[in-house]
């Protein structure tokens, strides 16, 4: 089995008991080696994307079976960016390639996944097209594996694999981070995402979805000659369309490297490696390496799982409160930073409502270090000032608030943790409403919010 794990954009490539590569938003990749194989006797891989921005996990692709050849993509990228050319030639990443593409991968998903998108005009001086950009946000410390039950791979090629995966930085995107490793002990009956079509059917329940698997190297040939020799009769009928004599064999092989640019080359390993703007320069609608396979997926929830808050008297028993809360702040307009004032005077006033009201006064039942007012309803007079402090951001230094971070130097005990969890929104009126997403609770110094010179 392959496995790689991934944080942040997380992955993991494993190769189970079973060749598997598994991520977690985590990435674990590592071949049997030759003779040995996992519990079913094939590769599995899984992948975990690391927290994204500021803490929130995306797996930035709407259908994750379709991954199997970006990662192989990432896998060649890793290898001439960070390989060691001298232990690792390149017969030996040929090889490592061709033995992955004999038979698509199974997965295994994250059950919790949610469906999301964002959106986004395209910048002046192009037309401002309004883009949706559409990603699955998975859940902190969640899994993705891929696994080839039926590929061996021999020691050297699975030691490949598994210095690929430790080099692997980002899958896809940029800001699809990921941390990867290689295994042989995934059991690949766990796997709930396979083909439907070709190696691996499976009469699994879920949602189809057509993604594009590499072909075999043997396919691969059989492809190129095939595309070549229909390239070679359309030329040659043009040719002699206007009344010339057929082209030479070497005028003709001259048109023809013209026409294809290069995207055919001998090896499949080259054909995987090309650059998606040479295919689309050519004109290809698919890259000429490539299949169609259908995979039944669990579905996309289009709303987060609702899950049961944790109550009693400390969230984080057994260790030190957390002093941050975070949240993500959106809608169509964001508040500008010359509004962080009264951004941060709403924060507390709906941070406060959570707690509720007393009957008889009216007054919120929040507690003074998230009020600021004392018993007797009056500010707090404390030189430390002990109380919360209502920080809205705008991450990005794009003029618009973005997020709102509530630090409280004493801590969130259990009870500040589930009613400030429960926070969904604010707003001024009618027509200005924005939406809460927290992030989670941490200690400063550990998200880095405040510079290293508060320590813990």
Same mark, same amino acid.
């Given at each position: 089995?392959?496995?790689?794990?991934?944080?942040?954009?997380?992955?993991?490539?494993?190769?189970?008991?079973?060749?598997?590569?598994?991520?977690?938003?985590?990435?674990?990749?590592?071949?049997?080696? =030759?003779?040995? =194989?996992?519990?079913?006797?094939?590769?599995?891989?899984?992948?975990?994307?690391?927290?994204?921005?500021?803490?929130?996990? %995306?797996?930035?692709?709407?259908?994750?079976?379709?991954?199997?050849?970006?990662?192989?993509?990432?896998? /060649?990228?890793?290898?001439?960016?960070?390989?060691?050319?001298?232990?690792?030639?390149?017969?030996?990443?040929?090889?490592?390639?061709?033995?992955? +593409?004999?038979?698509?991968?199974?997965?295994?998903?994250?059950?919790? *996944?949610?469906? @999301?998108?964002?959106?986004?005009?395209?910048?002046?001086?192009?037309?401002?097209?309004?883009?949706?950009?559409? #990603?699955?946000?998975?859940?902190?410390?969640?899994? /993705?594996?891929?696994?080839?039950?039926?590929?061996?791979? !021999?020691?050297?090629?699975?030691?490949?694999?598994?210095?690929? *995966?430790?080099?692997?930085?980002?899958?896809?995107? %940029?800001?699809?981070?990921?941390?990867?490793?290689? @295994?042989?002990?995934?059991?690949? !009956?766990?796997?709930?995402?396979?083909?439907?079509?070709?190696?691996?059917? +499976?009469?699994?329940?879920?949602?189809?979805?057509?993604?594009?698997?590499?072909?075999?190297?043997?396919?691969?040939?059989?492809?190129? !000659?095939?595309?070549?020799?229909?390239?070679?009769? =359309?030329?040659?009928?043009?040719? +002699? *369309?206007?009344?010339?004599?057929?082209?030479?064999?070497?005028?003709?092989? &001259?048109?023809?490297?013209?026409?294809?640019?290069?995207?055919?080359?001998? %090896?499949?390993?080259?054909?995987?490696?090309?650059?998606?703007?040479?295919? $689309?320069?050519?004109?290809?609608?698919?890259?000429?390496? @490539?299949?169609?396979?259908?995979?039944?997926?669990?579905?996309?929830?289009?709303?987060?799982?609702?899950?049961?808050?944790?109550?009693?008297?400390?969230?984080?028993?057994?260790?030190?409160?957390?002093?941050?809360?975070?949240?993500?702040?959106?809608?169509?307009?964001?508040?500008?930073? &010359?509004?962080? /004032?009264?951004?941060?005077?709403?924060?507390?006033?709906?941070?406060?409502?959570?707690?509720?009201?007393?009957? $008889?006064?009216?007054?919120?039942?929040?507690?003074?270090?998230?009020?600021?007012?004392?018993?007797?309803?009056?500010?707090? =007079?404390?030189?430390?000032? %002990?109380?919360?402090?209502?920080?809205?951001?705008?991450?990005?230094?794009?003029?618009?608030?973005?997020?709102?971070?509530?630090?409280?130097?004493?801590?969130?005990?259990?009870?500040?943790?589930?009613?400030?969890?429960?926070?969904?929104?604010?707003?001024?009126?009618?027509?200005?409403?924005? @939406?809460?997403?927290?992030?989670? #609770?941490?200690?400063?110094?550990?998200?880095?919010? #405040?510079?290293?010179?508060?320590?813990?």
């Amino acid at each position: 089995m392959i496995p790689v794990h991934g944080e942040g954009a997380d992955g993991v490539l494993d190769l189970p008991k079973a060749h598997a590569v598994r991520s977690q938003v985590r990435h674990d990749t590592s071949p049997v080696p =030759r003779g040995r =194989r996992g519990d079913n006797g094939s590769p599995a891989s899984s992948r975990r994307e690391a927290r994204g921005r500021r803490g929130l996990g %995306a797996y930035r692709a709407a259908d994750s079976a379709g991954q199997a050849g970006r990662l192989l993509r990432a896998l /060649i990228a890793t290898w001439w960016r960070k390989g060691d050319h001298d232990r690792w030639p390149r017969d030996t990443l040929a090889r490592l390639i061709e033995a992955l +593409t004999e038979a698509p991968p199974v997965f295994h998903l994250p059950d919790d *996944a949610v469906h @999301s998108h964002t959106r986004h005009y395209m910048a002046a001086p192009v037309k401002t097209t309004l883009i949706f950009d559409a #990603f699955a946000h998975l859940p902190a410390d969640t899994e /993705i594996v891929a696994a080839w039950p039926d590929v061996t791979l !021999d020691e050297d090629l699975y030691a490949l694999a598994e210095d690929l *995966a430790g080099g692997l930085g980002y899958l896809g995107r %940029a800001e699809s981070w990921v941390e990867a490793t290689a @295994s042989t002990e995934w059991p690949v !009956d766990k796997a709930n995402c396979r083909p439907v079509n070709g190696a691996g059917q +499976t009469d699994a329940k879920g949602d189809p979805v057509r993604v594009l698997a590499p072909l075999p190297a043997a396919r691969y040939a059989e492809e190129r !000659d095939r595309l070549i020799g229909e390239t070679e009769a =359309r030329l040659t009928a043009e040719h +002699t *369309a206007t009344g010339k004599k057929p082209p030479t064999t070497k005028a003709l092989a &001259e048109k023809v490297k013209k026409t294809l640019g290069g995207t055919l080359p001998d %090896a499949l390993l080259d054909a995987l490696s090309l650059d998606t703007g040479d295919l $689309q320069k050519v004109g290809w609608t698919r890259p000429p390496a @490539s299949k169609e396979v259908v995979y039944v997926r669990p579905p996309l929830s289009p709303t987060a799982r609702r899950r049961r808050r944790p109550t009693g008297p400390s969230i984080h028993a057994g260790k030190a409160r957390p002093t941050v809360a975070r949240w993500v702040l959106t809608g169509r307009p964001r508040p500008r930073v &010359e509004d962080t /004032i009264r951004i941060g005077e709403l924060m507390r006033l709906a941070a406060m409502s959570t707690f509720g009201r007393d009957k $008889q006064t009216g007054r919120f039942n929040a507690p003074p270090e998230i009020s600021g007012h004392g018993e007797d309803n009056k500010a707090l =007079r404390v030189p430390e000032h %002990a109380h919360a402090f209502w920080l809205p951001e705008d991450g990005d230094n794009d003029g618009w608030i973005d997020h709102v971070t509530v630090w409280l130097p004493g801590g969130f005990d259990g009870t500040a943790q589930a009613k400030l969890s429960g926070l969904r929104r604010l707003w001024m009126d009618a027509a200005r409403e924005w @939406s809460l997403a927290l992030e989670g #609770f941490g200690r400063h110094y550990g998200l880095g919010l #405040f510079g290293p010179s508060l320590g813990p």
